[in-house]
């Protein structure tokens, strides 16, 4: 109880109408790794150092606040969040974003800042919920680091009588370099877009959900130089363009993406659910790694078609227990397969070499607060004409992980 006749609470009650919208969430992820070898080369938390087969880490530390502002009509009109990351190596901005909601209809909302791309399935699903302890490799190269900077608009019916309340449409223009680049370094933008039906019953127990999404983006060409596929006069090789007029080109960057999710739940609080997710399209990058630059190249530009999937079966026996098993693959450059990369001492690379893994896990949700993660990522690679991958690397990885959020 406050005295409101007073000036102090006065201020106190004007706070608390103020803030109460306010509130922080957050998780913790410290873990151990054991990799099979010395020097294994990593997408599981990073590559580990030359001599060292096992560490301990901070994979991941958030600290998430929402603020939520609601109109005379008590109608959500403003939305704000802000996320950091820390870890031993540093602080930064996950999140950074602001959302503007229409109330006449209650279908649209805008949002800018830095935040999530609209694209695919697992992209967009927190580290904090996500059963495995990564995701993919195609993930992480090509949407390296999820977040970009941009603005969205979005169709997403709040009325829970509107006939499309399960149809999310997300649109919108992003630099295209996201958290990997200090900032935009040409004036070419991705457009990205993902069309989304949310979870719906098609009977008591069982629910589906799926989306379609697509990408389209480009980087300033700086040189005249780009290598393309074609066949040569040692098989299978990149060939050179180097036409004056591509100085000021746009370098290709498409991407499309089909995903659909089943859930089948049970009395007891357990569920079983299957995830398939596949990519496909064309990159635009380096010799030596097919991420999107971090800054204007200097150097020819390497365009590949690329593809890969994510596929999860999940198992949750009740509300403590879950099983799973993850596959995934990543074929940067579709174009070639195994011995043709660096047959004849053609100009193919590592860059090009497919990778596929086979993950498998268990998980015990001590309680709403905590959760262990124990993950076993088994990691093949193509057989190359490579000196250094004629065969399997010994990179397999294994993940103990501990939990915390609030």
């Known amino acids: 109880m406050m ?18 919208r306010i509130y922080f969430t957050g998780y913790l992820q410290p873990q151990f790794q054991f990799a099979q070898e010395k020097g294994a080369q990593s997408w599981n938390g990073g590559n580990f150092a030359p001599e060292v087969n096992n560490r301990f880490m901070l994979r991941r530390g958030r600290v998430r606040l929402d603020y939520v502002h609601m109109n005379n009509n008590d109608e959500i009109s403003i939305y704000f969040v802000f996320q950091f990351n820390g870890t031993e190596r540093g602080v930064v901005i996950r999140d950074f974003w602001g959302r503007v909601f229409e109330n006449e209809w209650q279908v649209f909302n805008l949002t800018t800042g830095m935040f999530a791309r609209p694209f695919g399935y697992e992209v967009n699903l927190s580290s904090g919920d996500r059963e495995s302890p990564e995701r993919g490799r195609m993930s992480q190269i090509l949407m390296r680091n999820e977040r970009d900077l941009g603005a969205m608009v979005s169709f997403e019916p709040r009325r829970k009588d509107h006939p499309l309340r399960n149809l999310k ?6 630099n295209g370099q996201g958290l990997t680049a200090p900032g935009e370094y040409d004036s070419y933008k991705d ?156 100009n193919l690379n590592a860059t090009d070499i ?53």
């Open 3 to 20: 005295d409101t006749s007073t000036s102090v609470g006065r201020g106190i009650l004007q706070m608390y109408w103020k803030f109460n």
């Open 169 to 174: 449409v997300d649109a919108g223009f992003f």
């Open 354 to 406: 497919k990778y596929s893994t086979v993950a498998v896990g268990y998980n015990y949700i001590i309680n709403e607060n905590v959760r262990l993660m124990l993950w076993y990522d088994l990691i093949k690679n193509e057989s190359t004409s490579l000196t250094d991958y004629t065969g399997d690397l010994k990179d397999n990885i294994f993940t103990a992980r501990l939990q915390f959020k609030f």
């Open 191 to 346: 457009f990205i877009t993902r069309v989304a039906w949310r979870p719906y019953p098609i009977s008591k127990h069982l629910l589906i959900s799926g989306g379609l999404s697509y990408l389209n983006g480009g980087l300033f060409q700086n040189t005249k130089y780009t290598y393309r596929m074609a066949n040569g006069a040692n098989g299978k090789q990149f060939t050179i363009d180097s036409a004056d007029d591509n100085i000021g080109r746009k370098a290709p960057r498409y991407y499309y993406g089909a995903d659909m999710q089943l859930k089948l739940k049970y009395k007891n609080g357990g569920a079983t659910e299957l995830r398939l997710e596949y990519w496909r399209g064309t990159q635009t990058a380096s010799a030596g790694t097919s991420e999107t630059p971090t800054a204007l190249l200097n150097e020819p530009y390497f365009v590949r078609k690329f593809d890969g999937a994510f596929i999860y079966l999940l198992q949750r026996f009740n509300t403590h227990h879950q099983a799973g098993i993850k596959y995934d693959w990543y074929d940067p450059n579709t174009d070639v397969k195994g011995s043709e990369i660096g047959e004849n001492n053609n």
